[in-house]
Structure formats: structure tokens, C-alpha cells
């Protein structure tokens, strides 16, 4: 299955983010701590150029802690200023304001230098669909200003919106390239919401997740579905299907003739792995 994905709306986006760069001061970058690098879009890098950059890993609150750790390394090493948050529940949000000032503390020292009192610092909010953008926006004005959803694609134009005196914030749509150049990183993406399911094999995505949950966590697959036995690992997509099936026997999802609906056995897997019930999990490792 290739995965690809990519609203005209997302494609206006880029173009008014470019217009809109010459007002920004520092660009948030926000990723999914569960797939760091697979959040990531290439496109952000020849849209801001050279503009400071902070990059969030987002819900961490469902992400392996040792890994966010090591992404945060990783990206430290690339030169890049990181903060772990979960903007769902506050945690690490209060801290933005002073860590987009240390990245702007140059420029704020010649202002102040000029007799010139500092401004807002005016920050640029991007991401792919579904990583958290609007649920930041909302916690960090402490009501409910822009609109959320747990579906990619809720954003759709651009806002400013401010923030007590210390920061001012542009909102855009989410951003996926238009075409995933790595296949691995779409079933990536697909399994923790950032694409439609309308667009996905589901029961092909689970499987994918399954090769990745039984190297790593098998022990928490164990006791989530009261698998007896599980192999290391999954050599094979028949494997994957086999244990697929293995869960939908264990969670009822039959139909005529005593067969699984891997559909369905696939969505409860899915939906355990994206809401953190089968706990805290990271799909990818760094390079």
C-alpha cells in the first residue's frame, strides 16, 4: 500500500506561511513524540529557512520517556533547540514564552540597547494535521480559541492570536508533503492518526504497528489482549496477520463462519495505541 495524502488546502497553507515569514520572529515546529522524525516535513525547512526554530515533541504523555530523551539528544546534536510537551494536559506549555526569548536574546538585547522597548515575540506555529497544533494554541490561552479535533485536516486558515504581552502566535493548517518519499514513514503516520483513515488499510497499518509493538513491547501486548505465547519478533506481514488475528479472536470480532473482521480487530488495536492504553510508546529510533 502507498500512502499519500495531500488537501488542496495544505497547499494554499504553504504558500501563506511563505508570504507571512517576513513578520515571524521564531518558528515552533511541533512533532509527534511517538515518530519524531516520520512528524517531521521537509517542506518546513525551505518554507523558514534560517528563522530561529524550536522544535516541540508533542505528546510525550504517550511517548517511551527513554526515547524522548533520545530524540531530544539527537535534535540537540543537529543543532536544534528542543522541548518535550504535552499540550493536551499543560505539561512543559508554560515554558515556551522563555525558551523563544533565549533563542531571540541577540535581538532583544540590541533593541533594549536602542532605548526600544522589546515587542511580542511573534512565533509561527507548524505541524502536520492531527499533531496537536490547536490543542497548544488552546492551552496556552486557557480557553478555547481555535478549533480542535481528534481527525487530521480540522485546521483550515491562518489566525493570530496573542498571549498575555509576551507572545503573539500564527496558527496554520497542518502540512504534509505531497509525497512521502520513505513508505515507511506513511504507515507511520497512519498508525497515530495524522492521515484519514478514509485513505488507509487499516488492517495493513495494524500490521505494520505489530512488527514494531512485539520487538519492543511484547510483554505489554501480552497483557493488554491475554496473548499466552508471542514470538520476538514478526519476520513477515503473515506473521503480523496471524497475530492480528490472534486479537480479534480474543476481543470477539467475528463474523459468519467464525471469521475475524480484521478491520475491526485492527481498529482496536489502533485506537488503544493512539490513546495511550497499551502506554507509553515510540515507533521510530534515531538514525
Not at 74 to 80: A, T, V
Not at 90 to 99: H, M, P, S
Not at 194 to 220: H, M, N, P, T, W
Request: glycine share 10%; net charge neutral.
Amino acid at each position: 500500500m502507498t500512502i499519500q495524502w495531500f488537501p488542496g488546502h495544505m497547499t494554499r497553507a504553504k504558500r501563506q506561511i511563505e508570504e507571512k515569514l517576513k513578520l515571524i520572529d521564531v518558528v515552533f515546529e511541533l512533532l509527534d513524540a511517538r515518530i519524531p522524525q516520520s512528524s517531521r516535513n521537509p517542506m518546513i525547512d525551505e518554507i523558514t529557512g534560517t528563522k530561529p526554530r524550536l522544535i516541540l515533541l508533542n505528546k510525550a504523555d504517550l511517548a517511551d520517556v527513554e526515547m524522548t530523551a533520545e530524540w531530544s539528544r539527537h535534535f540537540r546534536e543537529q543543532g536544534h533547540s528542543t522541548h518535550a510537551i504535552d499540550a493536551n494536559a499543560g505539561t512543559g506549555v508554560k515554558e515556551l514564552a522563555g525558551k523563544a526569548k533565549e533563542l531571540l536574546q541577540e535581538k532583544i538585547q540590541r533593541q533594549i540597547n536602542k532605548g526600544m522597548k522589546p515587542r511580542p515575540v511573534r512565533a509561527l506555529i507548524v505541524g502536520i494535521p492531527n499533531v496537536g497544533k490547536s490543542t497548544l494554541i488552546n492551552r496556552l490561552a486557557g480557553r478555547n480559541i481555535a478549533l480542535t479535533g481528534d481527525r487530521p485536516g480540522v485546521t483550515k486558515g491562518q489566525q493570530w492570536i496573542r498571549f498575555g504581552g509576551e507572545l503573539e502566535l500564527l496558527d496554520t493548517p497542518g502540512i504534509l508533503w505531497p509525497r512521502f518519499d520513505d513508505p515507511v514513514a506513511g504507515f507511520r503516520l497512519a498508525a497515530t492518526g495524522a492521515i484519514k483513515e478514509q485513505v488507509i488499510d487499516i488492517a495493513e497499518v495494524a500490521c505494520f504497528v505489530l512488527r514494531i509493538l512485539v520487538e519492543r513491547y511484547g510483554s505489554v501486548l501480552k497483557d493488554r489482549y491475554g496473548i499466552e505465547e508471542l514470538p520476538s519478533e514478526l519476520p513477515d506481514m503473515q506473521a503480523a496477520i496471524d497475530v492480528l488475528e490472534d486479537i480479534g479472536r480474543r476481543r470477539g470480532c467475528l463474523v459468519s463462519g467464525g471469521n475475524v473482521d480484521y478491520e475491526k480487530a485492527a481498529g482496536i488495536l489502533l485506537r488503544d495505541l493512539r490513546s495511550g492504553k497499551l502506554g507509553r510508546m515510540t515507533l521510530e529510533e534515531p538514525e
